[in-house]
């Protein structure tokens, strides 16, 4: 599937920016919505974010996104750390024309799991090579809204005047974007 | 002899169909889903060795003796409950035959919950106090009161009533009792008791959620001004159990100051309750600043700073390194 992913063209966001672009959010919710119900209260779109939701089924059409986005992801496995990553996020992450576009993640999760607490923002931020940049339980509290919604203006503010970085982070872009040039 | 607790709801329903289960069918993903996270999570209390805490145990007061052993009975009344009657009464409500099956797995953790706490008992303590705790928690009026509360839900009419009753139990109305454990293990006091609750919490969280989910599944069906009836009806049940938990925990708790500590990780947890059955948290941030401390025995990266958002500069971190399973990722 990834062989054609460059020539994909990019899928239409769930919300779109109301004002000029300063960047995207990716997410991913199962069917108890509670991440969707956060994304819904930060009201990004907004903020001049396009949000794109990422599908549940493997018969849903996947997404192709080709440009700067930090991705959101609730923590699965019930306390199971090698179990954490939702496999629609894998996937997703999987084709390399999806993977170098990524610049951050928050991650939600549930303390009553222990070391596992928020385990997919910590697998993706390590594996990626981008920053950790937040993390909530379930669908979020207000405060939690409120610091996202601040915290994604300035990153995004950040990102643009290159002052976002983290070890490896540049080395997995380019080897990133030249996996996506090879396929 | 004690008689059991639960009264058969009349006419007693225990299938309406006569049909088999058939698992490779599924009507809800969520059922498959959540039965391989229990099973998988499945423990037993005697792998955890309570003995090594002996030593620890005989080191506390005698106050912090009756104490622990009051908040294990309240522990273990609620899981008899939860256990024998909750999440048996939830099965004639259920969707589908995988729902059905969930919540007999849920009743059966329950049974091993409640058991759990006799097996702490019997490592550390003695017949006589352990015949004590029991009496107390069978005069103790608020715990008492907030058994009946629930009970008589689930012997109501109303299953979505029941779902909410059940999400509460199992997401809010222990934590008053889990807070000691976690107390207790940040002090570095009966650390293998807080491994058996832990993985008792973590069972909760999976029983509330699914719970929580399966009661907003059913609201789809009602109509809007329904709907709105049962979100009141939620927050005015939340509020009854909460200041009943006030008191619950004053009763308990006051002796040894730990009162106001207590209170912070009620409203954290019955925030996430109501998160639970998809509602908004009620209690505000300053209300649920739980003590570090017992967030960390909750949860050990709880406290690392992970809200680089709310930091000066641009300094971004990485997330630490998780072994997940690779076969699903191409990279």
């Known amino acids: 599937m990834s062989t054609e992913a460059n020539e994909q063209a990019s899928s239409e966001p769930e919300y779109a920016a109301q004002t000029k672009a300063i960047g995207s959010v990716v997410y991913f919710s199962s069917v108890s919505q509670n991440t969707a119900r956060f994304i819904a209260n930060c009201e990004l779109d907004k903020l001049g974010m396009n949000v794109y939701r990422l599908p549940l089924r493997r018969s849903d059409p996947a997404v192709h996104i080709h440009e700067p986005y930090v991705l959101v992801v609730p923590t699965y496995g019930g306390g199971n750390p090698k179990k954490a990553v939702p496999m629609q996020v894998k996937q997703f992450l999987n084709d390399p024309a999806n993977r170098m576009w990524i610049r951050g993640v928050i991650a939600s999760g549930n303390t009553n799991f222990g070391e596992a607490y928020c385990a997919a923002g910590d697998a993706i931020s390590a594996k990626c090579h981008i920053p950790y940049l937040y993390r909530f339980e379930l669908m979020g509290t207000p405060e939690d809204v409120q610091a996202v919604q601040r915290g994604l203006v300035k990153f995004f503010a950040d990102l643009t005047a290159g002052k976002v970085d983290v070890p490896g982070m540049q080395e997995a872009i380019k080897a990133n974007e030249q996996r996506a040039l090879v396929h | ?331």
């Open chain 2, 1 to 331: 002899m004690v008689p059991p607790i639960s009264v058969p709801r009349k006419p007693l329903k225990l299938i309406d169909r006569v049909s088999a289960i058939n698992w490779n069918r599924l009507e809800d993903e969520k059922d498959l889903e959540v039965w391989d996270r229990l099973t998988g999570n499945f423990w037993l209390p005697e792998k955890v060795p309570v003995s090594n805490d002996i030593p620890s145990w005989q080191r506390l007061s005698e106050a912090e003796h009756t104490l622990t052993m009051r908040v294990f009975t309240g522990l273990t009344l609620l899981d008899t409950i939860q256990g024998t009657v909750g999440a048996v009464s939830l099965i004639p409500d259920a969707l589908t035959p995988h729902e059905e099956a969930v919540y007999t797995n849920i009743a059966f953790m329950e049974s091993v919950h409640a058991k759990s706490y006799s097996s702490i008992f019997s490592t550390l303590c003695s017949t006589k106090e352990i015949d004590a705790a029991f009496s107390w928690s069978e005069e103790n009026e608020f715990l008492q009161k907030k058994a009946q509360i629930v009970l008589d839900y689930y012997e109501g009419d109303n299953p979505y009533k029941r779902k909410v009753a059940s999400t509460l139990l199992e997401s809010f109305l222990f934590y008053s009792g889990f807070y000691l454990p976690m107390y207790f293990s940040a002090h570095a006091k009966l650390t293998n008791t807080a491994d058996v609750i832990r993985l008792i919490i973590r069972d909760e969280a999976v029983h509330g959620y699914y719970i929580g989910y399966k009661y907003q599944k059913g609201l789809e069906q009602l109509t809007q001004p329904e709907r709105d009836s049962m979100q009141d009806y939620t927050y005015d049940l939340l509020n009854e159990l909460y200041d009943n938990e006030e008191q619950y925990t004053t009763s308990l708790y006051s002796e040894v100051g730990l009162v106001e500590d207590v209170e912070k990780f009620l409203r954290y947890n019955a925030n996430k309750a109501l998160m639970n059955l998809g509602y908004p948290a009620l209690f505000p941030a300053e209300a649920t600043d739980v003590n570090p401390a017992i967030l960390a025995s909750l949860s050990p990266n709880a406290d690392e700073n992970h809200d680089f958002f709310s930091g000066s500069g641009s300094s971004y971190v990485m997330g630490k390194a998780v072994e997940t399973d690779d076969d699903d990722w191409d990279f």
